[in-house]
């Protein structure tokens, strides 16, 4: 039991590490080789829905089971263009007008939206511990945003539209798909709405249109972005679930944005100022605070 805890906990860490550098892997693509967000949307997209109905078809088939039932058809269209598309192209979409760092602390808040959602539905106000977390993220964004000057708007506004944006649809890709989650495996959810979303992409911007200057770096950011980014860190973070529970799992999830600005810095030479350390911590510490609200039955 003690080793599946341990085993739990690496994986959890792991794929959130993963998923942080991938932002970093991103922004590295965009100002090395020249590619668009739209380009890489729907291109990893379609590589990584592929891959995971192809791993789902082989380990023990029906991957088009969901498409027999009308409902179920309309429900993961919604779920895709209401959460995955706008998550995946509003997080790269802000990268590339600000940095890896910022976006992916901006996606993070949406567990604090979510909060807002299920009182204002509920019609019941949030616990004191859920109010403090709003008010924390709140004065997060607003630091990430102005850098403490009400005056000045640091980020640009595109920055901040998409970064924000991307947390909505990571509110309702987590709170949406209730039902269909109860009937089809997660991996069958994830890979359609990626195929799905990759289509519409590609009348935005085809995968095989492109200019730019690729070489072995550019590949291998490519390549970590599909697999490494994508693929791995959630086969891992579903098992690691699995070992350690969902409480836990959201805790070590914490270390996505941690990454993420430790690799930005490093790697990009990403010139944060103090505010936005500032602005990180307040924005982390109000999803952590969410991580220890216990679960409510309805």
């Given at each position: ?202 009348f935005v911007h085809p995968s095989w249109e492109y200019a730019a200057n690729w070489d072995m770096a550019g590949v291998a950011a490519m390549v970590f972005i599909v697999i490494f980014g994508t693929m791995t860190p959630y086969l891992l973070f579903l098992n690691g679930v699995k070992y350690i529970g969902p409480t836990k799992s959201s805790l070590y999830a914490s270390a996505e944005p941690l990454a993420s600005t430790i ?36």
């Amino acid at each position: 039991m003690r080793n599946k805890v341990l085993m739990g906990s690496i994986f959890c860490i792991v794929a959130a590490c993963c998923w942080g550098v991938s932002g970093a892997a991103g922004q590295f693509l965009f100002n090395h080789t020249g590619i668009t967000p739209e380009w890489l949307v729907s291109t990893r997209t379609l590589a990584v829905g592929i891959l995971m109905l192809t791993f789902l078809q082989l380990r023990r088939g029906g991957v088009f089971e969901i498409w027999t039932n009308k409902e179920d058809r309309k429900g993961i269209i919604i779920f895709t263009l209401g959460g995955m598309l706008f998550m995946q192209y509003g997080y790269f979409a802000a990268i590339n007008y600000c940095n890896a760092a910022t976006a992916t602390v901006l996606q993070y808040t949406a567990p604090v939206l979510i909060v807002i959602y299920l009182a204002l539905r509920n019609r019941k106000l949030p616990s004191a511990v859920e109010c403090i977390a709003v008010a924390g993220c709140l004065i997060g964004t607003i630091l990430l945003a102005t850098h403490g000057d009400l005056n000045n708007l640091s980020l640009s506004p595109q920055a901040l539209f998409w970064g924000l944006l991307s947390s909505v649809a990571l509110a309702f890709y987590t709170v949406y798909p209730t039902r269909l989650l109860a009937k089809y495996d997660t991996m069958l959810l994830i890979g359609w709405s990626m195929i799905i979303g990759s289509v519409v992409m590609h009348f935005v911007h085809p995968s095989w249109e492109y200019a730019a200057n690729w070489d072995m770096a550019g590949v291998a950011a490519m390549v970590f972005i599909v697999i490494f980014g994508t693929m791995t860190p959630y086969l891992l973070f579903l098992n690691g679930v699995k070992y350690i529970g969902p409480t836990k799992s959201s805790l070590y999830a914490s270390a996505e944005p941690l990454a993420s600005t430790i690799v930005s810095v490093v790697w990009l030479k990403v010139g944060l100022e103090l505010m936005d350390y500032i602005g990180f911590i307040f924005i982390v510490a109000a999803v952590l605070m969410l991580s220890f609200v216990p679960a409510k039955k309805e």
